[in-house]
């Protein structure tokens, strides 16, 4: 494919942006070549700046559970603007979307909504903190919950120590109360709570998506849910990525494991800049102005983004079968690339959680960040640029995950395998 004006339109934003791009990942840096600068999107589709189309497995990052530019989404969009883009004041939008997401989590009694996933976790932990009165924190190494100070943490010399930054400009002061442990290993848990008697809350992806597609075992989670109700600390389930993508109830309708806060974003805005974090009523009472937690934002419960958020929510409950079809469509896509990726003598892991699809070229299961980082980073770049040479646009790190939307077809999952067998020969043929 000829990419010359993406090429061309990198150059120039490079001189006035960081890097040419606003989000690191969308440099290619470890897949290699030119980003793609898109033009449009339509369906299952987009369009770059040079004409090229490609079925998109991105979806944004995961909000465009029914496509780009899906017509109910997009009317709700049209509607609000005519009535104004911002207020800073409340609104009945924000009252109706609150009642849609209360009632799919039986964990939250009240939601507040923000602008994005890294202020719905900050703010999260914030509450924890404040409600427990504690200071230090739990995290998991290869589980992302945004870009605050507190959670830019690094491991350090065990599987479980406390944090050192791992950006600078964030001091260590801010990342001293960060305790580190490794996904699906409730020991190195247990050696944070060892080391800390002043542990406030633990964050997890419950069904992590920041290290490619990686679910955290359900008996981890109880052991974890029983490790925090024994030391009076709080879970927070980070569901940005997965929630209302790999299950319509959270990932606690899946494990059985109720958590004491919870975070969202993406499928909640409909493709708008939205974060969410929600409660049981005791816990949310502590924010202010009802309680002395505090959080503010201008633009939180903006009229545009409720009025999306509404639209999409409202559409996925009117077809509660909508996961479990694109879990089968998803599951169809990483399976037939697994077997075209045999016949060519590569290991292959692959993973599905409702929309949500990952997949690892190693010969071991992963079940952690470790495991993700023994994967061949190579092969993924060789395979990412032959896909978006044949038109298929799938995310440009092995750490992300991919998404499946309602607007791709059963023909257009068949035609990804068969040009997977085809870059895969290629490769294997040098």
Not at 5 to 31: M, N, T
Not at 112 to 130: C, D, N, P, Q, Y
Not at 248 to 259: C, D, F, Q, R
Request: aromatic residues 8%; charged residues 20%; glycine residues 10%.
């Amino acid at each position: 494919m000829n990419r010359k004006v993406s090429q061309k339109a990198f150059q120039e934003a490079q001189k006035l942006i960081p890097g040419g791009v606003d989000s690191p990942v969308r440099a290619f840096k470890s897949v290699g070549g030119t980003p793609v600068f898109i033009t449009e999107g339509k369906g299952a589709y987009i369009t770059d700046v040079d004409g090229n189309q490609y079925v998109d497995y991105v979806q944004s990052w995961g909000p465009l559970l029914f496509g780009h530019r899906d017509e109910s989404i997009e009317n709700a969009v049209i509607d609000a603007v005519k009535h104004g883009l911002s207020f800073g004041a409340p609104t009945l939008s924000e009252t109706k979307l609150a009642e849609l997401v209360v009632n799919f989590f039986d964990s939250i009694d009240k939601v507040r909504f923000v602008s994005s996933g890294t202020e719905a976790v900050m703010s999260a932990i914030r509450l924890a903190r404040g409600f427990s009165g504690r200071d230090d924190i739990v995290k998991f190494t290869g589980c992302y919950h945004g870009h605050s100070d507190a959670l830019l943490v690094e491991a350090g010399s065990g599987a479980a120590t406390f944090g050192n930054p791992s950006s600078p400009g964030v001091p260590a002061d801010f990342t001293k109360h960060t305790l580190l442990a490794e996904y699906n290993n409730i020991e190195s848990v247990k050696k944070c709570f060892e080391n800390s008697q002043n542990i406030a809350c633990v964050i997890i992806e419950p069904i992590a998506g920041n290290m490619g597609l990686v679910p955290a075992d359900k008996e981890f989670l109880h052991a974890l849910r029983e490790l925090c109700d024994a030391h009076g600390a709080l879970l927070i389930f980070d569901e940005v990525m997965s929630g209302f993508r790999a299950t319509l109830n959270g990932a606690e309708s899946i494990t059985g494991v109720k958590p004491d806060i919870v975070t969202l974003g993406k499928v909640i805005g409909g493709g708008m800049p939205v974060g969410a974090f929600g409660a049981r009523k005791e816990i949310m009472d502590m924010l202010s102005p009802d309680g002395p937690v505090y959080q503010a934002g201008t633009l939180s419960g903006n009229p545009v983004a409720m009025a999306a958020g509404y639209a999409a929510l409202t559409k996925l409950k009117q077809n509660a079968r909508i996961i479990s079809v694109l879990n089968e469509r998803a599951t169809r896509l990483v399976n037939g690339m697994q077997d075209a990726a045999r016949k060519n003598g590569i290991a292959m892991q692959v993973d599905t959680r409702g929309s949500m699809f990952g997949f690892f070229f190693n010969d071991k299961e992963v079940k952690n960040f470790h495991d993700a980082t023994q994967s061949d980073a190579e092969l993924f770049a060789k395979f990412h640029s032959g896909m978006l040479d044949e038109g298929f646009y799938f995310a440009c790190s092995q750490y992300e995950t991919g998404f499946i939307s309602t607007a791709v077809t059963d023909a257009m999952i068949e035609n990804t395998i068969t040009a997977s067998e085809k870059v895969f020969e290629s490769i294997v043929n040098g």
